[in-house]
């Protein structure tokens, strides 16, 4: 299986400062058709998770543009240009490249400082 | 716009079937190429996927969970399944059903709430 490493795993952040989350893949993640299939979740407490971020650098419909995907090959960034309190919650890569599994990161509990 | 609702028993005894059921509800399971998957979250932990199908009948499962996972879909109720069999303590966990979006490698784009399987005697 694919190993996604995340670092740092908990990230104290103050209101209205940038924030960045690192996640590395054990094997490149380009598909067989040129697409990386990295993608960042976000996971409020208590809540379900959703998607932010699909292959690498799309954000989904309603995805504030204060979050940003960027990286390739092996290693890849989700970044936040202002974090407010509303983004507090754990943040998780997954790669859907190498599959069967899909597998995802350790997560990133991002809070306010 | 798409939601899901997972149901099924909140505990389940050591050895026993767990059975989970997905509800759809503002679009069909069978239109369009979604593939239709599971996932789980043990109490502190991260998300595991578990396995995804199409309404066609094609599944893919963890290799972990190979042995004792069935999903299944009825298009006639919009749901669709998991069978989990011989469970464990280690099964624990919440359990999210979720829409695959096109394409699959970018993952799970419509999430269910969860639901909790306490695995206990």
């Known amino acids: 299986d694919v190993v996604m490493t995340q670092s740092p795993l908990s990230l104290p952040v103050a209101l209205g400062q940038p924030a960045s989350i690192s996640c590395r893949s054990s094997?490149?993640?380009?598909?067989?058709?040129?697409?990386?299939?990295l993608n960042w979740f976000q996971q409020r407490p208590g809540q379900s998770p959703r998607r932010l971020i699909y292959?690498?650098?799309n954000r989904d419909s309603g995805v504030p543009d204060r979050f940003s995907g960027s990286g390739s090959g092996t290693d890849f960034t989700l970044k936040i240009s202002r974090v407010e309190a509303e983004d507090v919650g754990v943040y998780y890569c997954?790669?859907?490249?190498?599959?069967?599994?899909?597998?995802f990161g350790q997560g990133t509990k991002l809070e306010i400082k | 716009q798409v939601q899901l609702q997972e149901s099924g028993p909140g505990l389940v005894k050591p050895s026993q079937t767990l059975s989970l059921t997905c509800t759809v509800s503002?679009?069909?399971?069978?239109?369009?190429?979604?593939?239709w998957s599971w996932i789980r979250q043990p109490a502190g932990k991260t998300l595991e996927w578990i396995g995804r199908?199409?309404?066609?009948?094609?599944?893919s499962y963890h290799p972990s969970f190979k042995s004792r996972v069935t999903m299944s879909a009825d298009t006639s109720k919009n749901h669709f399944s998991l069978t989990l069999t011989s469970v464990t303590a280690a099964d624990t966990a919440i359990y999210y059903c979720?829409?695959?979006?096109?394409?699959?490698?970018?993952?799970?784009?419509?999430w269910g709430q969860g639901t909790t399987v306490t695995v206990s005697s």
């Open positions: 979720a829409r695959v979006g096109s394409p699959p490698g970018a993952g799970m784009d419509v």
């Open positions: 503002g679009g069909s399971i069978s239109s369009g190429s979604y593939y």
């Open positions: 199908m199409f309404t066609s009948g094609s599944t």
């Open positions: 094997q490149g993640l380009v598909y067989i058709d040129g697409n990386t299939y």
């Open positions: 292959q690498v650098s």
């Open positions: 997954m790669q859907g490249t190498h599959w069967p599994p899909y597998t």
